[in-house]
């Protein structure tokens, strides 16, 4: 359920059928997940989400007409409120950064569904950010890439914000959490990141995961 008690809306995006029917039977078991719809191709996939605007949309990365990183991009400019997870074979880095810097909220491998998509769908739709565990790792940053040469330190402001920006909250979102405008958000934002030396918002992922910053904050 969501914070508000109903249930979460999904649609299901994927061109392979026995794929798609198991997926499908995995989230229909979930009494606290509707499955609105479900499409088979990227351009069928933009059309609905866009008609039913569900909570979640959890699209394959490799679909016929749109592939999930374009699904993804368009969705972060025309259905914003639309948290994607994308649903993918590939355990490369190549596929996992791409895909965070479109906007997507979870990347769950296939083989890891059955286990943890409805756990992926739950932390998605409360505001959260998920990453499988088993391409987590991958989606760090060597030590080098971190930018910073010793230890830096935030203050307590910076370092929430950086740890909402972690789990994927938008800049709104953590400023309603930590009762601030947005400019001031943006403000703490700016400065972490410069200190860190993180230039995107991958990059803030990579960090927060190897921080440990992807659990529940209270």
């Known amino acids: 359920m969501t914070a508000g008690g109903k249930r979460i809306q999904v649609v299901l995006a994927d061109d392979h059928p026995i794929v798609l029917a198991g997926i499908k039977s995995l989230l229909q078991s979930a009494p606290e997940i509707e499955l609105l719809g479900e499409a ?26 749109l592939t999930g990183v374009e699904l993804a991009n368009r969705l972060s400019a025309e259905c914003p409120n639309v948290r994607v997870i994308a649903l993918t074979v590939h355990e490369d880095q190549a596929y996992v950064q791409p895909l965070l810097q479109a ?15 409805v756990r992926a769908v739950r932390a998605v739709a409360d505001g ?11 989606a760090m940053p060597a030590p080098a890439e971190d930018g ?24 709104k979102e953590i400023a309603a ?4 405008s947005v400019k001031t958000i943006e403000t703490y934002k700016a400065r972490a990141c410069e200190k860190l030396g993180l230039r995107s918002r991958s990059a803030i992922v990579r960090f927060g995961s190897s921080r440990g910053w992807l659990d529940d904050i209270v």
Do not use: C, F, H, W
């Not at 088979?40 to 007409?65: H, R």
């Not at 906007?103 to 998509?117: P, T």
């Not at 910073?148 to 800049?171: C, D, F, H, I």
């Open 103 to 117: 906007g997507a909220r979870g990347y769950m491998l296939k083989r890891s569904a059955a286990d943890d998509l």
């Open 40 to 65: 088979t191709d990227g351009l069928t996939a933009l059309s609905l989400l866009k008609q039913l605007t569900p909570d979640i949309a959890i699209i394959d990365v490799s679909m016929p007409g």
């Open 128 to 138: 959260g950010l998920y990453l499988d565990p088993a391409i987590a790792e991958k």
């Open 177 to 180: 959490k930590l009762d601030l």
């Open 148 to 171: 910073l040469e010793g230890e830096v330190v935030l203050s307590p402001r910076e370092l929430k914000v950086m740890q909402y920006t972690a789990q994927g909250l938008s800049n």
